[in-house]
T-cell receptor
Framework: AQKVTQAQTEISVVEKEDVTLDCVYE???????LFWYKQPPSGELVFLIRRNSFDEQNEISGRYSWNFQKSTSSFNFTITASQVVDSAVYFCALDSNYQLIWGAGTKLIIKP | DTGVSQNPRHKITKRGQNVTFRCDPI?????LYWYRQTLGQGPEFLTYFQNEAQLEKSRLLSDRFSAERPKGSFSTLEIQRTEQGDSAMYLC???????????????FGSGTQLSVL
């Protein structure tokens, strides 16, 4: 079965702290894609990253970085030097046969 | 083009009534998705179109739900005989991908919040 687990329901940190959001997935496919999306209070989901299963290189984009580990079926997301504008719900998702299987999301609260 | 547009933003209806939502994707995008999201959960796939063809429909989608994309541009989602359990945010997304290719970056609309009383 395809499944995405985001065990952290809510995380609260003070601005400028680093924070890591966990994502664990299950799939029997040998080729698959993983995604992260951000949903700010306005509600519109915003794409952050897409990673295919053959590319285990970590990726960095500004203050954002992603750690993909196939051995543990994890695709974790780290925000460095967090800012109040990072406050949102973050979703991890797995591509499965043209559908996206979504985790339940992690609500991230950045306090000033 | 400013992105994916959904109308209405909010819809309140009485149980048993029919409702219809509209989604206007980004103009050149050939793929269009409908998702449903309830509070505290991730989006749940409902259906998707490649141009005007509806290629996949969730097994969770009851017969009361129907979606169309008649000319491969805008799409409508209709719910007949609404039930309180249908209350949710209905999200539309679009993307530009070749046929038979899996998910690419999706562009989402702001959604239609449905409340069934």
């Amino acid at each position: 079965a395809q499944k995405v687990t985001q065990a952290q329901t809510e995380i609260s940190v003070v601005e400028k702290e680093d924070v890591t959001l966990d994502c664990v997935y299950e799939t029997r496919d040998t080729t698959y894609y993983l995604f992260w999306y951000k949903q700010p209070p306005s509600g519109e989901l915003v794409f952050l990253i897409r990673r295919n299963s053959f590319d285990e290189q970590n990726e960095i984009s500004g203050r954002y970085s992603w750690n993909f580990q196939k051995s543990t079926s994890s695709f974790n997301f780290t925000i460095t030097a967090s800012q109040v504008v990072d406050s949102a719900v973050y979703f991890c998702a797995l591509d499965s046969n043209y559908q996206l299987i979504w985790g339940a999301g992690t609500k991230l609260i950045i306090k000033p | 083009d400013t992105g994916v547009s959904q109308n209405p933003r909010h819809k309140i209806t009485k149980r048993g009534q029919n409702v219809t939502f509209r989604c206007d994707p980004i103009s050149e995008h050939n793929r269009l998705y409908w998702y449903r999201q309830t509070l505290g959960q991730g989006p749940e796939f409902l259906t998707y179109f490649q141009n005007e063809a509806q290629l996949e429909k969730s097994r969770l989608l009851s017969d009361r739900f129907s979606a169309e994309r008649p000319k491969g541009s805008f799409s409508t989602l209709e719910i007949q005989r609404t039930e309180q359990g249908d209350s949710a945010m209905y999200l539309c997304a679009s993307s530009l991908v070749p046929h038979r290719v899996g998910n690419e970056k999706l562009f989402f609309g702001s959604g239609t919040q449905l409340s069934v009383l």
